[in-house]
Structure formats: C-alpha cells, structure tokens
C-alpha cells in the first residue's frame, strides 16, 4: 500500500518557537499533500493542500504566514508552524493521494503531536 | 457549506455482532467515498472506498452507497474487539481533491 512518513511523531517546545514538520511519500509519488490538524476529540480539520512545485492553498481561517508550506519535491511536503504558542498545541497530520490509484484515497501520515508549553 | 454528518455514538455491539455505521453528506457533485478507521491517539486508516451504488464488499467490512439519498454506510461483520475504534466517513468535494470529513462515530465492540 501507499505509505506515508511524518516526522517528527511529537514535539514539545516553548512559545515563540518554529517547528517544522516534514511529510514524505515513501512508495509513490505526490503531487499533491494535504495537512490536516485535530484537536482533542474533534475530527480532521483541512489546513490547506500542499501542490508540488507551487504555492499552497489554504482553507478560510488558516493565516499561510503563521503556517508555512513547501512541496519542494514529488516526495516532500514540509509545515513550519511560525512563532508557535499554546494555541497551537495540536495533532497534525499530513496526507498523500496516489496518481492513478483506484479511487485516489488519501493515505495518512502516523501524525505529529504538537505541544507548546 | 459542504457537509458530511455522522452520529458521534458510542455505538456499542457484543462481539461478534455486526456493526451499522452511517453517514450523510450534502454535496451532491461529491463521487467518492472514503471510510477511516482512528484508534485514539493515532492517524486514520483507510478501510475502504465506494464510488458506484450498491455494496462493496472486503472482508468483514461492506460499504453501501445510495447517492440518491445521500447515504453512505459501513457494516462491520463478526465485530472483534480490535475494531473498537472511531470510524470517519469522507466524502470528495466534488471534483476536487479535497475531502470533507464527518466528525466521527466512536464504536465500541465490548467481549
């Protein structure tokens, strides 16, 4: 099956810190990623979709100058969380869909859990 | 606003019963139609998807699809308890890459 990589799987910081998330497809390849976050017993919500080759697109509410995407390769999708506060605090999930695969379902990531002190 | 809805539950079955979970969605253009498994504290799995009326069918599991009701279910066969978990229907945002997600229903399968 497809597999996804997220690393690192948890990160505690202080406020004011950068954290950078990275996403890998390992068996195929991505053009196009999808971060999610989700707090304590809430579902998924979309961040914004992460294009190869080409600037992110966000969903309403998300600031893209506190959440920084880069798909730099078919393989690679980073979030930076800028400046992270408590707020922030979070499980955050990355996604990779399959070219040409059957249904193109999302295949996740094991997570990142975010936790800013 | 595209929606998918779910009841939260619990939905709690013995094991070895079948276990009916259902979902609704708003969007119309949406085609197709994805079920995750989440075990508490982790990432959702992938279970199945439908895209056509009528079942499908993988094991223990069959997803149902009525898109003229806007209906989309799950059942579970021979529940364990392993299966104890919250099932997450998605739906594609019609054309887009996007899905849209329900809220979840926690499912308990009690020995």
């Keep these: ?117 | 606003q595209k929606e998918v809805e779910q009841n939260s539950g619990p939905l709690s079955v013995p094991e070895g019963a079948i276990a009916s979970l259902n979902c609704t969605y708003s969007d119309r253009g949406s085609q197709s139609f994805f079920w995750y498994r989440q075990y508490s504290g982790k990432s959702p799995e992938l279970i199945m998807f439908i895209y056509s009326n009528g079942d499908k069918e993988d094991g223990r599991f069959t997803a149902q699809l009525n898109k003229a009701s806007q209906y989309v279910s799950l059942l579970i066969r021979d529940s364990q308890p392993s299966d104890s978990a919250t099932y997450l229907c998605a739906a594609d945002s019609g054309g887009f890459q996007k899905l849209v997600f329900g809220t979840g229903t926690r499912l308990l399968v009690s020995p």
Excluded at chain 1, 34 to 56: C, D, H, I, V
Excluded at chain 1, 79 to 102: M, N, W
């Design chain 1, 1 to 117: 099956g497809a597999v996804v990589s997220q690393h690192p799987s948890r990160v505690i910081c202080k406020s004011g810190t950068s954290v950078k998330i990275e996403c890998r497809s390992l068996d195929f390849q991505a053009t196009t990623m999808f971060w999610y976050r989700q707090f304590p017993k809430q579902s998924l919500m979309l961040m914004a979709t992460s294009n190869e080759g080409s600037k992110a697109t966000y969903e309403q509410g998300v600031e893209k100058d506190k959440f920084l995407i880069n798909h730099a390769s078919l393989t690679l999708s980073t979030l930076t969380v800028t400046s992270a506060h408590p707020e922030d605090s979070s499980f955050y999930i990355c996604s990779g869909r399959r070219q040409g695969e059957v249904g193109q379902p999302q295949h996740f990531g094991d997570g990142t859990r975010l936790s800013i002190l």
